[in-house]
């Protein structure tokens, strides 16, 4: 979800599977919407939240579309943007701010692992 002076702008699903498109990640399709409604490439002063961290992939756009603010739920200890690759650093030439919400921190790992493992189970 895109948010900007305290308003959803946008909003999207993962549809990977679905669609059987490799980039189809909620945070991607999220920032098109985004980038449609506003009529910019630039999501300047616009915040972002997702359940589990973004990934390198989703970490990149995130910079490029220039959102300020990231909140994810849970940590991707494996295939993190944020923690593990550190795409949102400082050396880039834009900043993003990431921030984990630490509450219900261990009940949302729970919850996602759950997903996946569900999901794998029905695409197999």
């Not at 449609?36 to 989703?58: A, G």
Request: charged share 30%; hydrophobic share 35%; with cysteine.
């Amino acid at each position: 979800m895109i948010v900007k002076e305290g308003k959803i702008i946008s909003y999207a699903f993962n549809t990977r599977e679905k669609d059987k498109i490799a980039t189809h990640h909620a945070e991607i399709k999220a920032i098109e919407k985004a980038n449609k409604k506003l009529k910019s490439w630039r999501l300047e002063n616009c915040d972002m939240y997702v359940t589990l961290e973004p990934c390198p992939m989703c970490a990149g756009a995130i910079v490029n579309a220039r959102i300020k603010n990231v909140f994810y739920a849970v940590k991707d200890e494996t295939n993190g943007g944020i923690t593990r690759f550190n795409i949102l650093n400082k050396t880039m030439n834009h900043t993003s701010n990431a921030t984990q919400l630490l509450e219900f921190e261990k009940e949302n790992s729970e919850m996602i692992k759950n997903f996946f493992k569900m999901a794998r189970k029905k695409h197999k």
